[in-house]
């Protein structure tokens, strides 16, 4: 496999969502993208992030439009449900696309 | 981003990979709904054998209200799990819902053809049976014992014995009890 170009790797670079560069937000996203919704502590749970990191992240995403929040009340607890929108449906495409391009290129 | 390395963006892969594996492993394991079938397929094969005016009635009722509780059952379980999935919900609704479809057809047909006693019950069995093994290869593994059994079953009803419904829905209601106890529902690596 041929390494790219400076300009390429530059190009792919620009490519990538900076919101979906941490780990976590990464990984919110794609689990959402394989479910209809997720609740807070379960993808808290499966991104091993605590409750303050969680909430912070989920905000970014939800404030970029890339998830929306559902929150119901469950056995007389408030439970929050996570989906992801279209557009984060779209920026999470977008983001995966180009690290696969930079994976490729880097001879990776 | 600049400085970001091959080594960083594997790890965040592997972080990312992990955690999807980790929900595909948290599926739904209770044993509820096997109990629920087991019952309902142990209590209607044992009438058969004993009082089959009952039966009838019984496998008339017994199979929607078991449908309605299995759908309630299999929705809570994934509100509790904290992962919601309409898409697998509405798969498994309607293949099992098929099933009703099944049987107007099968009584029907025997009904036209002046099909009668334990033919009717073999020809049931044996759809269900191929259904619920279908089952177990495209949704959940753990039906496919209990399809074999029903498929097997209906054809050896000749042999089973003086209570033939009795043992066959007994050796059906064990082998759903066995695969939802010792069975995942599905083998992660063969989905991935």
């Known amino acids: 496999m041929s390494k790219q170009t400076p300009e390429s790797r530059s190009n792919n670079l620009a490519q990538l969502d900076k919101l979906l560069e ?86 990776g | 981003m600049d400085t970001m390395s091959v080594q960083q963006l594997k790890e965040d892969i592997t972080f990312v990979r992990q955690a999807v594996d980790q929900k595909d492993k948290q599926q739904y394991t209770s044993v509820a709904l096997a109990v629920l079938w087991a019952a309902i397929v142990g209590t209607g094969y044992t009438l058969l054998d004993f009082n089959l005016p009952a039966a009838m009635w019984f496998w008339g009722i017994a199979p929607v209200l078991g449908f309605l509780v299995s759908f309630r059952i299999g929705w809570k379980a994934e509100l509790e799990a904290g992962v919601e999935n309409s898409c697998p919900g509405w798969v498994h609704a309607t293949h099992w819902g098929s099933m009703f479809v099944i049987a107007v057809a099968i009584m029907s047909i025997a009904y036209t053809s002046g099909l009668q006693g334990p033919v009717i019950g073999q020809l049931m069995s044996l759809v269900s049976g191929i259904v619920c093994f279908l089952a177990g290869l495209h949704l959940d593994r753990r039906f496919r014992l209990p399809g074999i059994a029903l498929v097997l079953g209906s054809a050896a009803v000749g042999f089973l014995g003086a209570f033939p419904w009795t043992t066959l829905g007994v050796i059906t209601a064990v082998s759903l009890i066995i695969s939802a106890i010792w069975m995942r529902p599905r083998d992660v690596e063969a989905n991935s």
């Not at chain 1, 990464?26 to 990191?53: H, P, Q, Y």
């Not at chain 1, 969680?54 to 119901?72: S, T």
């Not at chain 1, 449900?81 to 999470?92: I, N, P």
């Not at chain 1, 180009?98 to 994976?103: D, E, K, N, T, V």
Request: with cysteine; glycine share 10%.
């Open chain 1, 22 to 107: 941490h780990r976590s937000r990464l990984g919110v996203c794609v689990l959402l993208a394989d479910s209809e919704r997720i609740a807070f502590s379960s993808l808290k749970n499966l991104v091993k992030e605590t409750d303050g990191n969680m909430g912070a992240h989920l905000r970014k995403l939800e404030d970029a439009g890339y998830v929306n929040v559902d929150k119901r009340f469950e056995k007389r607890k408030p439970v929050s449900w996570y989906q992801l929108t279209g557009k984060g449906r779209t920026a999470l495409k977008a983001h995966l696309d180009a690290l696969q391009a930079l994976i490729e290129g880097l001879g």
